[in-house]
C-alpha cells in the first residue's frame, strides 16, 4: 500500500476516535462529564488532522504518480465518512436537524450511483470544482461547529457566542444548497450517461 492509501485508510481510522470524543455514552456519567468539558477539544484536533491528510494524499498521489484504483476508491469514501459522521454526530447532540447529514447522505448516493453506471460504460467521471468547494464549505462548517460547542461550554453564550451561532447557521444553509447543486451538476453533466 503506497502513502497517498495509507493516509486515506489513517483518516478513516480516525472517525471512530473523532465520534468517542463528541458523543457520551449511555450510562457513563464520569466520561460524559469529561467529553462535556473536554471532549469537543480532541475531536477537533483529530478532525483537522484527519482533514489535512485529505489534502495530502491527494497532492502525493499526483505528485509522485502514485494514482491507484484502491486510491480512487478509498479516497473519496474516507472523505464522506468523515464529512457525514461529524454531521450525524452533532445532530445526535441536537445541534442540527437531522436533514442536514440526510440530504448529505443523499447527494453522495446519487453521486456514487452516477459514477458506478458511468464506470460501467467505460467513462470516469471526475471531481468536479463545485465539488471541491462543497468538501472544503463542509469540512470549515464542521470545525466551526465543534470551535463553536468549546466557546459555548468554556465561556457560555454571550454577544460573541450568539453571533458566531449565526454565522455559522448561515454557513450551515449555504452548504447544504451548494451540496445540492453540486449533486445536480453531476446528473446534468452525465445525462447522456444516464439515458443510454
Not at 450510562?27 to 462529564?33: E, H, I, K, L, T
Request: no cysteine.
Amino acid at each position: 500500500m503506497n502513502l497517498p492509501n495509507k493516509l486515506s485508510t489513517f483518516r478513516i481510522i480516525l472517525i471512530p476516535f473523532m465520534l468517542i470524543f463528541m458523543i457520551p455514552i449511555s450510562g457513563a456519567d464520569s466520561w460524559n462529564n469529561f467529553l462535556n468539558k473536554y471532549g469537543m477539544f480532541f475531536a477537533v484536533i483529530i478532525f483537522i488532522v484527519a482533514s489535512l491528510t485529505d489534502f495530502f494524499d491527494g497532492n502525493i498521489a499526483r505528485k509522485r504518480n502514485l494514482v491507484t484504483n484502491l486510491g480512487k476508491f478509498l479516497d473519496p469514501i474516507a472523505d464522506k465518512l468523515l464529512v457525514i459522521s461529524a454531521f450525524i454526530a452533532f445532530a445526535a447532540l441536537g445541534r442540527l436537524t437531522a436533514w442536514v447529514p440526510i440530504i448529505i447522505l443523499f447527494r453522495e448516493f446519487i453521486v456514487t450511483g452516477v459514477r458506478t453506471i458511468a464506470a460501467s460504460n467505460g467513462v470516469i467521471v471526475s471531481a468536479k470544482m463545485f465539488g471541491k468547494i462543497k468538501a472544503t464549505l463542509q469540512m470549515v462548517v464542521i470545525i466551526a461547529l465543534m470551535i463553536e460547542h468549546i466557546l459555548i461550554v468554556n465561556i457560555g453564550i454571550n454577544a460573541f457566542t450568539s453571533t458566531l451561532t449565526l454565522l455559522i447557521n448561515v454557513s450551515l444553509v449555504i452548504t447544504v444548497i451548494v451540496t445540492i447543486l453540486s449533486g445536480l451538476t453531476y446528473i446534468t453533466d452525465n445525462k447522456s450517461v444516464l439515458t443510454e
